[in-house]
């Protein structure tokens, strides 16, 4: 049976796991592509923060960009916190893991909890820095959105009531999206001593939105993929279910979205970018419905990612299509 020892270090039926000899980088880029891979997180962060920092100025009716130092700090900023909810999840569920799917990186021995307590602190470290050098300000919503990702990492103190009660996990975890978000909104309107206008609230409506929709999507499985000890929604909410759940959220995000266009003057464009959206994202989650295949599954997952690429990349730029385009 697994059990902790030595601080992070994992024993495996009395045998400890043996240290690998290769440097901390080349085993964090072994770790980065099965756990964080970059190049799917890094353009996404970059879309995400952009979106938000232009979202909040359209509804300021400020010109312009951000400040493309204010922006890169952000877009670092959040990557960081982003991996720092990756790091807090190895340390969540390393039990299980252990027990359940020795395959992983951390149990497997390839990198251990210290180094990527180690990783995720320089990142924070980094981030702390380039926010007091550029916009001291933006250290509210950091020391905010930490705060509550040290309530996750201790489970809110309900962790016993949370496992038992998936949708709640969910509902409370995800939180933790528009907190992000009320940091990377601030880029424009925090960064620059102004407050938050109404609508600023609806965009933090679409990333909890959104957030679901990445959550979900990667712990919908088909039966011959569902583990012991492994908590999924199909399992929770079963095959018909979960789907369903999935698709009900996307269609709360596009009337989300729709709206929130509207309020900085996406005109036409945004509800027809968005509907062209829903359906193709739709798609993969009906076909798993009818048919619960891995491959499906895999479809469902990585339509979420491109949905939510594509809902804030509509935020964005739809604005700016409406008056190109025109009435």
Request: net charge positive; glycine share 10%; proline share 6%.
């Amino acid at each position: 049976m697994a059990r902790l020892c030595d601080g992070d270090r994992l024993e495996f039926f009395g045998v400890p796991a043996m240290p690998h000899r290769d440097s901390l980088f080349a085993r964090f880029l072994i770790y980065q592509r099965e756990r964080f891979p970059l190049l799917r997180y890094a353009p996404l962060v970059l879309v995400f923060t952009g979106s938000a920092s232009t979202y909040s100025r359209l509804a300021r009716g400020a010109p312009g960009f951000v400040r493309w130092e204010v922006f890169l700090t952000g877009a670092w900023t959040a990557l960081a916190l982003f991996f720092l909810l990756r790091v807090l999840d190895e340390h969540k569920d390393v039990r299980t893991d252990a027990a359940f799917r020795s395959e992983l990186p951390v149990p497997r021995g390839l990198i251990s909890l210290g180094e990527l307590r180690s990783l995720a602190g320089g990142a924070l470290g980094a981030a702390f820095i380039l926010n007091a050098l550029v916009a001291p300000r933006l250290l509210w919503a950091l020391g905010a959105t930490l705060l509550w990702l040290a309530l996750m990492g201790r489970e809110f103190f309900i962790a016993g009531w949370l496992r038992r009660h998936p949708t709640a996990y969910m509902l409370t975890h995800m939180a933790v999206m528009p907190m992000i978000d009320s940091y990377t909104t601030g880029l424009d309107w925090l960064a620059e001593g102004d407050h938050p206008r109404t609508g600023l609230w609806l965009f933090l409506a679409i990333t909890y939105l959104n957030g679901m929709v990445l959550e979900i999507g990667r712990k919908i499985r088909a039966p011959e993929q569902e583990r012991a000890g492994v908590e999924t929604y199909t399992r929770a909410w079963g095959l018909g279910g979960a789907p369903i759940v999935w698709l009900g959220v996307l269609l709360a995000t596009a009337a989300a979205a729709t709206l929130a266009g509207g309020l900085t003057g996406a005109g036409w464009v945004g509800p027809v970018f968005v509907l062209a959206l829903l359906t193709a994202t739709a798609l993969p989650g009906l076909a798993f419905r009818r048919s619960p295949t891995p491959a499906n599954a895999h479809r469902l997952d990585t339509a979420g990612g491109f949905w939510t690429l594509g809902m804030y990349l509509v935020l964005a730029i739809g604005p700016f299509a409406a008056r190109w385009l025109g009435p």
